[in-house]
């Protein structure tokens, strides 16, 4: 298995523009996780996913953060409009319904300037 | 609310020598334990996980961990680092159920002195 793939793996975009972030996870793995890396803050969890429905959405910042799932292999999560301050990495995980623990992905590193 | 905390912003040891990393949680019940490693650029990686039975349990590189109920403890050890084990190391805590959502602590940096 690859593993989780995400992409891009660097993004840097201009303050307004909306900026796609895209999640592969492990075949048969049916939880899915986005999470924020920050210097600041750590680790933050932004929303999961169980069976492609979204369970808990509570880490989304603001509106300006969606995440769908639209399939078992495909998730992504959009900024729109994007602000500095949402520089970070993000990464997704996934893992099975088992407590394995989770599978991350290499991150994307977004850059808002 | 669940909440792991890492005490250990930054550790340096010299190579060869050994490493403990701190991890303390608070939860409502005994959670499923993890410990993570994080590389420059890279994802995190687990290095392992305590379920239930002997509360030492061993993982990959060369770590272990030990499970202490009474001090709602679970430090990362190793007795002899490498180099290569420079990185940010990140305990976590789940609950005992489906959903596998986890919280992590803060992270701990070490870095290696040859």
């Known amino acids: 298995d690859a593993g989780v793939i995400q992409s891009p793996r660097h993004e840097v975009t201009e303050m307004g523009q909306e900026v796609t972030l895209r999640c592969k996870p492990i075949s048969g793995h049916d939880y899915l996780f986005w999470y924020r890396q920050t210097m600041m803050r750590g680790l933050e969890l932004l929303i999961y996913f169980n069976n492609n429905v979204p369970i808990d959405d509570s880490g989304m910042p603001e509106d300006r953060f969606s995440a769908k799932m639209p399939n078992a292999s495909f998730s992504t999560l959009k900024i729109q409009p994007s602000e500095p301050r949402d520089s970070a990495v993000y990464f997704c995980a996934s893992s099975s319904d088992s407590p394995y623990g989770y599978t991350f992905g290499s991150g994307t590193r977004l850059t808002v300037v | 609310a669940q909440s792991v905390t890492q005490p250990d912003i930054h550790i340096t040891v010299s190579e060869g020598a050994s490493l403990e990393l701190r991890c303390n949680y608070s939860?409502?019940?005994?959670?499923?334990l993890f410990w993570y490693v994080q590389s420059p650029g890279q994802g995190l990686q687990l290095l392992l996980k305590?379920?239930?039975?002997?509360?030492l349990v061993q993982g990959i590189k060369g770590f272990e961990a030990e499970f202490k109920r009474s001090q709602s403890s679970f430090n990362l050890r190793k007795p002899s680092v490498h180099w290569s084990d420079a990185a940010e190391y990140f305990c976590?805590?789940?609950?005992?159920?489906?959903?596998?959502?986890?919280?992590f602590g803060g992270g701990t940096r070490v870095l290696v002195k040859p």
């Open positions: 305590y379920f239930s039975g002997d509360t």
């Open positions: 939860y409502g019940a005994t959670p499923y």
């Open positions: 976590a805590v789940g609950p005992r159920a489906a959903g596998n959502k986890l919280t």
